[in-house]
């Protein structure tokens, strides 16, 4: 590529403007599918993108460029915007020093893609030996990205990430039923094991051999895991959001340090973990990473910020400005972590008389998300009855509220799993939740 | 080196292209470049949150080798040669099984778009100027807690060349408004919306004001409404919302990238089986002018068509690549389309929407005892056999008449079930620009979906 290095363009910006930042990021992926149990495409990815956001007469001006455009034509698109851009009410941090997290394994890059399709092979080889006419889509990934942050205050943040990643995804069609089973595992560094994926995928497929189906009315529910990130995860990350919270279309405003919670439940945001996949040492505005509690004992401790955010709540920066292609950096999350319990899904199971067991839902970010509704179809989800898992249950809706079903909790899990690299959560069962069946 | 600022560019484009597709070791392979400009406007509340512009280009190398893909997309065009020679060493590695890619001769064309307002000679000033108003009406209206506006203009120019000769330039301009106004009253937050979208028309976002003071007024009235109780109701649809189902429930369905592999899904997808009744006919069209979905050449340079997809409640056809054709023994229905350069082509709808029926609105109402009238779109996805999809506005019908306002609704369904459940199609058709559909990674892409009015027998709706 021509002439984009951050040190030009961040030169080149300060002539014409009062104050400015680079943000550049250069990635280079291979994925690797697998469609119904086949290898059908290996692909590689390489990418540079560069950002420039800049105050000119104290407004905002912001562009952002790939390929081969020039550094000239950056400025010119920021500084028009500028024009007609926002009032900036932060400064860009200076020099900082961040905390040490391991986010790059050089192994990951060493990984040949014959030995990707190798791995691909055998996890499907796995499960179908379990289940003969399970069609597999599975995506076996590498990829490390570089990440550039330069500002005109002297600030300057560089990290290098790499990423491993297993995702898989099976169809069983008998007749016109169908039976899907997903899950995923990554890591930023090797070796990320398929043997849980594996497990999980295998009991997935166990507990729906059988169907069952649950009556219309409020029912006890435990989430899986991955039902956890299904119904809760949205509405959660977009109450804690600082916008969310600034312009107050979050219940949770004004809400800090009040008990709106179980007194058991805690979650917070953790960028510093080694190897997660949500790490790293400082945000998209080159703001430090750190830990910074969300939930504590069921009481609101804490919002998520970036700095023109925090700015206009007259706070600090809590470090999760987050970019997302071409725009902004916004206040997002990097990994959630809900805090684990002392009750083990077994007993959880046993101590149903008829309920649910919530896997997958699909639709669940169709509700009226800002005041904590969730709800959707069980795409995976299975019955218990008198204590034990009688079978999956089809043309099922549940429905509720995050304020209402985790205000009380029944049980929280005591072991915990990674779902989709940004949740870290045990089970959760609930009392209450209202469930839809078709009738037969 | 910019990819195409000059026409001088261009032309030294084009050369090394066909240097480069001269010289490879595989059965067939494709080059694809892009270059695209937008604009973006975003408003929370009374703050104007985002104004910016970005500018972006690359390309990619898709080959195939034996009937396996390789792929690379990259970001500067100088090892174009090495960039061919990686996609044709992935594909290689890959070993599928092989496939016939039924003749297609190869294609030379220019297409450019002309819109009665082009959104990218508009001035950021007179954007904003507009924006502003609408977040002013949402702002001022009672119970208005705050605002959101996202607006987003692109054009994109898209060059395609492949190994049997083709070399296609195609403008691909879109443009894309969502207002959402978002009502408090104590702990109470509702929020009421709307979105729309237009092949680069900036006459498509003007003189909305009127709607724009009725999502305000809606999501006021939302504070209030009652949620309706969860179990199966009979349900009509407004265009838009039935525009969502027929997207949602069928469209991806037909896509045949779910069905050439699986041998279940070809027997349940087999052509002449019966889906619906006589009444129900869905098309696929990406041959309409000027709808978002439209377009003259999909990304593997197949000239788009019109495509049944059921007729007379029969299902009479599918979507496809070229590939899928090639292994299903089908015509290449020109529907492999990409999100942009870093990714291949897959197959998607263009412009899907439901045939006018007769039945008036009123009859369809009068012959409801207890049901809900669901309207306009908030979402929707599919697990192809099971659809949920969700109304932004939604009333109950009691004794063949509208009665109160309901919170948003999210209904689901078997979709083999409920298409034999439509039991009434209204003449009333109208396309719905404002969605965009994601798979495979790859959203939102730009399409339409349309119906008239229509009402489905027996819907799971959730609720309390």
């Known amino acids: ?440 | 080196m910019p990819l195409f600022s000059s026409k001088a560019t261009i032309i030294a484009v084009r050369d090394q292209i066909s240097d480069v597709l001269k010289g490879h070791n595989a059965d067939y392979v494709e080059i694809r470049f892009e270059e695209s400009q937008a604009t973006h406007l975003a408003y929370r509340g009374e703050r104007l949150e985002e104004i910016g512009r970005t500018r972006n280009s690359g390309g990619n190398v898709r080959a195939l080798v034996k009937g396996s893909w390789g792929f690379v997309s990259f970001d500067c065009l100088e090892k174009l040669k090495d960039e061919v020679a990686l996609a044709v060493e992935e594909a290689r590695l890959a070993n599928g099984e092989e496939f016939k890619f039924l003749p297609a001769g190869p294609v030379l064309d220019t297409v450019r778009v002309v819109s009665p307002k082009d959104a990218a000679s508009v001035s950021l000033a007179t954007k904003k100027q507009l924006l502003d108003e609408y977040d002013d009406i949402i702002l001022s209206s009672p119970k208005i807690q705050s605002s959101n506006v996202t607006y987003r203009d692109i054009t994109r120019k898209v060059v395609f060349a492949n190994s049997e000769g083709s070399y296609i330039e195609q403008a691909k301009p879109d443009l894309t408004l969502r207002l959402a106004a978002i009502a408090r009253d104590n702990n109470e937050i509702q929020q009421a919306g709307f979105s729309l979208g237009s092949r680069g028309d900036f006459c498509a976002v003007e003189g909305l004001q009127k709607q724009v003071k009725g999502i305000a007024r809606r999501a006021a009235a939302l504070l209030t409404a009652p949620q309706a109780k969860g179990g199966e109701y009979t349900i009509i649809l407004d265009p838009i919302l039935a525009g969502v189902f027929a997207h949602e429930a069928f469209g991806h369905l037909s896509e045949a990238d779910f069905v050439y592999q699986n041998e279940q899904m070809r027997k349940i997808m087999v052509l002449g089986r019966r889906f619906g009744g006589k009444q129900l006919n869905i098309v696929d069209d990406a041959t309409i002018s000027n709808l978002r979905g439209s377009y003259k050449y999909d990304d593997e340079g197949t000239p788009s068509s019109k495509n049944y997809l059921i007729q007379e409640g029969v299902l009479v056809g599918r979507l496809h690549s070229r590939e899928t054709a090639g292994r299903m023994g089908e015509k290449a229905t020109g529907n492999a389309r990409a999100l942009s350069y870093l990714f291949p082509p897959i197959v998607r709808m263009s412009n899907t929407f439901i045939e006018s029926g007769h039945s008036s609105f009123e009859e369809m109402l009068g012959e409801i005892k207890e049901g809900i009238y669901v309207k306009d779109w908030y979402g929707g996805t599919t697990s192809l056999e099971m659809f949920t999809f969700s109304a932004g506005e939604a009333y109950m019908i009691r004794n063949g008449k509208l009665a109160e306002l309901l919170r948003p609704v999210v209904l689901s369904g078997n979709v083999f079930v409920t298409l034999k459940n439509i039991d009434a199609i209204g003449g009333d058709l109208r396309m719905n620009q404002g969605g965009g559909c994601g798979k495979g990674g790859q959203s939102p892409l730009p399409v339409s979906n349309g119906s008239p009015h229509i009402r489905i027998r027996r819907c799971v709706v959730g609720g309390r």
């Open chain 1, 1 to 440: 590529m021509e002439s984009l290095l951050p040190e030009e363009v961040l030169h080149s910006a300060k002539k014409v403007t009062d104050e400015a930042e680079v943000f550049q990021i250069s990635s280079r992926e291979t994925p690797i599918h697998f469609e119904a149990n086949r290898l059908k495409q290996i692909q590689t990815k390489e990418s540079t993108s560069i950002a420039l956001r800049i105050f000119r007469e104290g407004k905002i001006g912001f562009a952002q460029a790939s390929g081969g455009d020039g550094a000239a034509s950056l400025i010119d698109m920021a500084v028009e915007t500028a024009q007609l851009g926002s009032v900036a009410k932060f400064q860009f941090p200076s020099l900082m020093s961040y905390p040490e997290v391991s986010i790059f394994d050089p192994q990951v890059e060493k990984v040949t893609m014959e030995e990707m399709v190798k791995m691909g092979e055998e996890l499907i080889d796995e499960l179908t030996q379990h289940t003969s006419d399970i069609l597999c889509d599975v995506g076996v990934t590498k990829g490390t990205a570089s990440v550039h942050i330069l500002n005109s205050q002297g600030g300057a943040a560089s990290y290098n990430k790499s990423f491993f990643s297993f995702s898989l995804e099976g169809v069983l069609i008998r007749n016109e039923d169908m039976l899907f089973v997903a899950d995923s595992e990554g890591s930023c560094c090797l070796p990320v094991s398929v043997d849980r994926l594996a497990g999980d995928i295998i009991r997935q497929l166990e507990w729906a051999r059988e169907k069952a189906a649950v009556p219309t009315r409020l029912l006890p529910v435990v989430f899986t895991p991955s039902g956890v990130a299904s119904a809760f995860l949205s509405p959660l990350a977009l109450a804690f959001n600082g916008k969310t919270i600034l312009e107050g279309a979050s219940p949770l405003k004004g809400k800090l340090g009040k008990q709106l919670f179980d007194s058991n439940f805690s979650m917070w945001d953790d960028a510093t973990i080694n190897y997660s996949l949500g790490s790293c040492p400082c945000d998209d505005e080159g703001v430090g990473s750190r830990r910074l509690p969300l939930i504590s004992g069921g009481g609101i401790s804490n919002f998520l910020y970036d700095l023109q955010t925090a700015a206009l709540a007259g706070t600090q920066s809590t470090g999760h400005g987050r970019r997302v292609a071409g725009g902004f950096p916004k206040p997002g999350v990097s990994s959630l972590i809900i805090g684990e319990g002392d009750v083990s899904f077994e007993s959880m199971i046993a101590d149903i008389k008829e309920g649910l067991i919530v896997e997958q839902l699909i639709g669940a970010e169709q509700g009226n998300l800002l005041s904590g509704d969730f709800g959707g179809n069980v795409l995976l989800g299975y019955k218990v009855e008198n204590g034990k898992i009688v079978g999956r249950v089809k043309d099922t809706m549940i429905s509720g509220n995050v304020y209402r079903v985790l205000k009380e909790l029944l049980g929280i899990g005591d072991k915990r799993r990674w779902v989709e690299g940004i949740l870290y959560t045990p089970h959760l069962y609930c009392l209450g939740v209202s469930v839809a069946a078709k009738c037969r």
